[in-house]
């Protein structure tokens, strides 16, 4: 009769070792991984990203039909120039941060395949499905961190991209961690607190790849998106760590101990809730 042993076991930092800082986050190794995984998971991971930035794009324009009309008034007045009145600004700002927040369980879903990635785990398109079971928690903390980096924006932009950096890591606390939004964002925050320099180094140099992705006719996106996934997914795992659960199902009868066994790793979990 076959038994199912399920082990766990933990890969990279923990809440409580991020909230005192004692993490290892140097900005050039993260990034060199970072491309190497990137590299590896290229031809799976990319469909993923692409569905994702395509649903967005649509829930973008979508918004600004709603809004406007038409979602040419906006492009229009931005590239142009002119015409650039209150009411388009708002659209615009409204249309980015509903396509934001609808978005969430697919930015969930894309997010958990480079987790995946940082551990070592090979993924395919079809999981970016698997961020639909966090749908309404997903939502919510996207609505609260829209917010947050909202309200931060309207006071000086620095502050909005300040806060967009220090709360990255919030959605997939939740995801993961399973805790609540509220002590996502709490945890997310101070930990980049504790590692402000690598953190903002490592972002200035993709914002950095962004701008050249952009340069050249957005045909850089088709790797830099993916790459910025897995750079985020490996700081998250040095920060919090990421729990792994592997289930062995030995193939031989009771009479063969010494036969091998099948083993499956499943998706990362992890309830470590230390309470800062």
């Known amino acids: 009769m076959k038994e199912t042993i399920k082990k766990d076991f933990h890969v990279g930092g923990s809440i409580e070792k991020a909230m005192t800082g004692n993490v290892d986050l140097q900005p050039i190794a993260v990034l060199q991984e970072a491309f190497k995984i990137t590299a590896k998971n290229f031809t799976k991971f990319l469909p993923a ?8 794009t649509a829930l973008l324009l979508l918004s600004l039909k709603v809004q406007l ?35 969430a369980p697919l930015y969930v879903g894309v997010s958990l395949m480079a987790l995946n990635h940082s551990v070592g785990l090979p993924t395919k398109p079809s999981q970016i499905v698997k961020g639909f079971s966090f749908t309404l928690v997903s939502i919510i903390t996207m609505l609260l961190i829209s917010s947050i980096q909202g309200i931060g924006s309207s006071i000086f932009p620095l502050i909005g991209l300040f806060l967009t950096m220090a709360l990255s890591m919030a ?3 939740v995801c993961e961690k399973r805790i609540t939004p509220i002590k996502a964002i709490q945890y997310s925050f101070m930990a980049t607190i504790r590692k402000v320099m690598p953190m903002t180094a490592i972002y200035l140099i993709m914002l950095i790849f962004f701008f050249m992705s952009i340069a050249t006719a957005g045909i850089g996106l ?6 910025f996934f897995n750079v985020k997914a490996i700081i998250y795992r040095n920060m919090f760590g990421i729990t792994l ?32």
Not at 74 to 94: H, Q, S, V
């Open 49 to 56: 990203v692409i569905c994702l930035f395509i649903a967005q």
């Open 69 to 103: 009309g038409n979602p040419n008034v906006f492009f229009d007045a931005f590239i142009t120039g002119k015409g650039f009145t209150a009411e388009i600004l708002k659209a615009g700002f409204m249309a980015n941060f509903w396509s934001d927040v609808l978005i």
């Open 171 to 173: 959605i997939l606390l």
């Open 222 to 227: 088709i790797w830099t998106l993916p790459f």
């Open 245 to 276: 659960q592997v289930t062995s199902v030995p193939n031989a009868d009771d009479d063969k101990p010494e036969s091998k066994s099948d083993t499956n790793v499943s998706e990362p979990i992890n309830n470590d809730t230390f309470n800062a």
